[in-house]
């Protein structure tokens, strides 16, 4: 996690998050992250930064008041979304609602340091995710409320693709399109963020990427092998 290009697996993340209609609405669009997203992601960097190498103290200090947030989240789909219809309720401290959020950034990082960095050998991805369980239970998830191990969060990833329960809404459509995929950056950085863009799109499930109208053919598809070899030679 310490590793600076870990960061790239962010956009990943927030697509596959916000795939989720009713965390989109609860984590998203309710909690004003929308208003401002830059900002947002700073905040949780640092968050996050302080649940990995600060101490227990600081760690119970940065995300208490990310729990109290949660807790406060109450509200309902305004528009059918997929399975869900107008008037599903959603809160903030759902257990399953937190635990996708947490799965999708851990397995944003699973994918793309491998192919960013070097490659996770199987115990090291179990240890990944015995660290993100830890990062679960600093936002409240208890112990059973988590896959225990890689091959249960694999299960667990596979089920949640396969359900029904992810729709892409034309806000999550927004979301990519405007935040995730055009952040501001210096002229000079438009190519890095190209090449990030590629890694991010390529790595999303195909069911997903369909949905978000990303286009996708075998083209892409070893360009994005490409584009893993030049990260591992950017200096970091």
């Excluded at 870990?6 to 916000?18: D, E, F, I, K, N």
């Excluded at 988590?146 to 396969?162: H, K, L, N």
């Excluded at 950085?189 to 499930?205: C, I, M, S």
């Amino acid at each position: 996690m310490s590793h600076r290009l870990t960061a790239l697996s962010g956009p990943r993340a927030l697509l596959v998050m916000a795939a989720h209609p009713v965390a989109f609405a609860g984590f998203f669009a309710h909690t004003g992250a929308l208003d401002d997203p830059y900002g947002r992601l700073r905040r949780t960097g640092r968050v996050m930064d302080a649940v990995a190498f600060g101490t227990r103290a600081e760690a119970e200090r940065m995300t208490a008041p990310v729990r109290r947030a949660h807790s406060r989240v109450r509200g309902v789909l305004s528009a059918d979304a997929g399975r869900f219809p107008a008037g599903t309720p959603y809160r903030g401290d759902d257990p399953e609602l937190l635990l996708w959020i947490l799965a999708a950034l851990a397995e944003s990082a699973m994918l793309v340091f491998p192919r960013a960095v070097r490659t996770l050998s199987r115990e090291e991805l179990n240890e990944l995710w015995l660290d993100y369980r830890e990062v679960g239970r600093m936002f409240a998830l208890a112990g059973d409320e988590m896959p225990p191990d890689i091959d249960a969060f694999e299960r667990y990833m596979a089920d949640m693709y396969a359900s029904g329960d992810l729709c892409v809404t034309d806000a999550a459509r927004e979301l990519a399109i405007d935040i995730v995929l055009k952040p501001p950056v210096p002229v000079k950085f438009l190519a890095v963020r190209e090449l990030v863009n590629q890694v991010t799109v390529g790595l999303v499930p195909a069911g997903l990427r369909r949905q978000y109208g990303f286009k996708w053919d075998p083209v892409r598809g070893a360009a994005l092998v490409g584009a893993a070899q030049v990260l591992r030679r950017l200096p970091v």
